[in-house]
């Protein structure tokens, strides 16, 4: 079936440091493609998200970069602070939306060494 | 109100117990969802309700029984779930179902027993 692939599943950076997260999806009707952060306790709360008509959106220090071609898209979060630490989901939308569904990856959980 | 609510935030129930999950969202959104999430798991999605109908169930047991009163209310009723159950249920709405942000909920940790 479709599926979203997340890597890596941990990540660990020194605080100031960047961190990259990558995810390949497999429907190529995929059109939207959102990045939620959630903390421990907490709901997942969107943080970037880029539609397939463009290659790169950023905000801050987060940027989201999208290969249609290759069907992958990646967060890059530059200069990371401890607060940054959390688990981050990527996700792309089945079937270009028609139904509604969003398909998440299985996650990765960033820690933030001050 | 740019928010989700939910209500109860935790709850626990026995195996025979019937109790009701809702959700509320006052941003004029005609998609609200249903996710279910397992500890150090992705949200997997139940059910998506687009303009006030059922449009997607994703095989869900008959123990969970969704309702959109209307659209800006979402209720998950619960009957005779099993321990496999205890999960964070969360609600999650968008402006229109498939292309849009989706926005979560606090969800209702729910404990079996």
């Known amino acids: 079936g479709e599926n979203v692939e997340q890597h890596p599943s941990t990540l660990s950076v020194q605080e100031g440091d960047s961190a990259v997260i990558k995810c390949t999806y497999s429907?190529?009707?995929?059109?939207?493609f959102p990045w939620y952060k959630q903390e421990l306790g907490k709901r997942p709360q969107l943080i970037i998200d880029?539609?397939?008509?463009?290659g790169e959106k950023k905000d801050q220090r987060i940027a989201v970069t999208l290969n249609k071609t290759a069907k992958h898209f990646s967060l890059h979060i530059t200069e990371t602070q401890p607060e940054d630490s959390a688990v981050y989901f990527c996700?792309?939308?089945?079937?270009?939306?028609?139904?509604?569904?969003?398909?998440f990856g299985k996650g990765t959980k960033l820690s933030v060494k001050p | 109100d740019t928010e989700v609510t939910q209500t109860p935030k935790h709850l626990v129930m026995g195996m025979t117990n019937k109790k009701s999950l809702k959700c509320e969202q006052h941003?004029?959104?005609?998609?609200m969802y249903w996710y279910k999430q397992k500890a150090k798991k992705p949200p997997e999605l139940m059910f998506v309700?687009?303009?006030?109908?059922?449009?997607i169930n994703e095989s869900v047991p008959s123990r969970f029984s969704p309702e959109c009163p209307n659209s800006s209310l979402l209720n998950l009723h619960l009957h005779a779930l099993q321990p496999e159950d205890s999960a964070l249920y969360l609600c999650?709405?968008?402006?229109?179902?498939?292309?849009?942000?989706?926005?979560f909920g606090p969800g209702t940790r729910l404990t079996v027993l």
């Open positions: 880029i539609r397939s008509n463009v």
């Open positions: 996700a792309a939308n089945l079937y270009g939306g028609s139904q509604g569904n969003l398909i």
């Open positions: 429907d190529s009707a995929s059109n939207y």
């Open positions: 941003m004029g959104h005609r998609a």
């Open positions: 999650a709405s968008s402006l229109e179902p498939g292309e849009d942000t989706q926005y």
């Open positions: 309700y687009s303009y006030e109908k059922l449009s």
